[in-house]
C-alpha cells in the first residue's frame, strides 16, 4: 500500500521534491500543503509555507493547514 502511495506522490503528482519516506517527507506539513494546493483544496501556499525541518516552520505549516482542512478540504465528504 506504502509503496503504490509513494508511486503516486513522485509518479502522478510529482511533489516538489522526491518522497521517500512519507512519515519523515511530510512531517513538517510543505508537502501537505503542496498537495491540497494541486489539488485545488489550499488557496495560498508558496507564500504562506516553509519547506523546513526547525519547529517554528513546522508549526506555522501545520496552522495553515488547519484552516485548510475547515475550508475546501472539508468538503471531501470524509469521516
Request: no cysteine.
Given at each position: 500500500?506504502?509503496?503504490?502511495?509513494?508511486?503516486?506522490?513522485?509518479?502522478t503528482v510529482?511533489?516538489?521534491?522526491?518522497?521517500v519516506?512519507?512519515?519523515?517527507?511530510?512531517?513538517?506539513?510543505?508537502?501537505?500543503?503542496?498537495?491540497?494546493?494541486k489539488?485545488g483544496?489550499?488557496?495560498?501556499?508558496?507564500?504562506?509555507f516553509?519547506?523546513d525541518?526547525?519547529?517554528?516552520?513546522?508549526?506555522?505549516?501545520?496552522?495553515h493547514?488547519?484552516?485548510?482542512?475547515r475550508?475546501?478540504?472539508?468538503?471531501?465528504?470524509?469521516?
Amino acid at each position: 500500500m506504502s509503496e503504490a502511495i509513494l508511486d503516486w506522490l513522485n509518479g502522478t503528482v510529482r511533489l516538489s521534491r522526491q518522497v521517500v519516506t512519507f512519515e519523515r517527507d511530510f512531517s513538517n506539513g510543505f508537502l501537505f500543503g503542496e498537495l491540497l494546493h494541486k489539488h485545488g483544496l489550499l488557496g495560498e501556499f508558496t507564500e504562506a509555507f516553509v519547506d523546513d525541518s526547525d519547529f517554528k516552520a513546522a508549526w506555522a505549516n501545520f496552522a495553515h493547514l488547519k484552516y485548510a482542512f475547515r475550508g475546501p478540504a472539508a468538503n471531501l465528504g470524509i469521516q
